[in-house]
């Protein structure tokens, strides 16, 4: 029971420190903020923020649970065709991008440099890919991926395509989310002009 009650508390201080970073990386910016800030605004020590990571690793984790949030709020598997289809797919994420500007510039740094790793981005790259070859083949999730084998390389190359128009945009600091879902249509028409309006 007391151990229960140890990783409850736990978690519910990593949150704490997580939302406070978060809210003062929007409101003073990443460079501006330090642990010492973040420490005071959520109530807690240094050493407690350290526990949960550098500024790079906080950021990071921020950016997880927002795109963990909105990877669940998706409806998975819901029938998708065409660059259309696909761009409804990522516009989430461009958004999220988008609105967190110099963060989303930030935190995309962070992972290009490979100091920190990003659990969730990795298993969205799964299921993003996995959506892709779905759209491709023009299959449904119960479907024989193995039916379509053209549809793995498209789906691959749609999945890189989009994280270099989205981490490219990021680098140019254009985060206009229409003009990024509409590159991204273009690229997408070019990997598979069949699905093209």
């Known amino acids: 029971m007391a151990t229960l009650r140890r990783e409850t508390s736990k978690a519910l201080t990593r949150q704490r420190v997580l939302e406070t970073a978060d809210l003062l990386f929007q409101q003073h910016g990443f460079q501006s903020t330090t642990i010492r800030d973040i420490a005071a605004h959520a109530g807690v020590s240094v050493g407690t923020v350290m526990i949960v990571g550098d500024k790079d690793a906080l950021l990071v984790a921020v950016f997880d649970q927002l795109i963990e949030r909105i990877h669940h709020g998706r409806a998975e598997g819901a029938a998708r065709s065409g ?18 500007g110099a963060l989303a510039q930030r935190y995309a740094g962070i992972l290009v440099a490979g100091t920190h790793r990003s659990s969730i981005f990795e298993e969205l790259a799964e299921h993003l890919l996995a959506e892709f070859r779905r759209t ?3 299959t449904s999730v119960d479907a024989d991926p193995d039916a379509h084998p053209d549809a793995d390389r ?3 190359t749609a999945y890189l395509a989009y994280l270099g ?17 509409d590159e991204l249509r273009l690229v997408f028409t070019v990997i598979d002009p069949r699905g093209a309006a």
Do not use: W, Y
């Open 154 to 156: 498209r789906a691959r």
């Open 136 to 138: 491709f083949a023009g």
């Open 165 to 181: 128009v989205l981490f490219s945009a990021s680098g140019r600091n254009e985060l206009d989310p229409a003009r990024i879902l």
């Open 83 to 100: 660059a259309d289809g696909l761009v409804e797919l990522v516009r989430p994420f461009v958004e999220l991008f988008a609105q967190r």
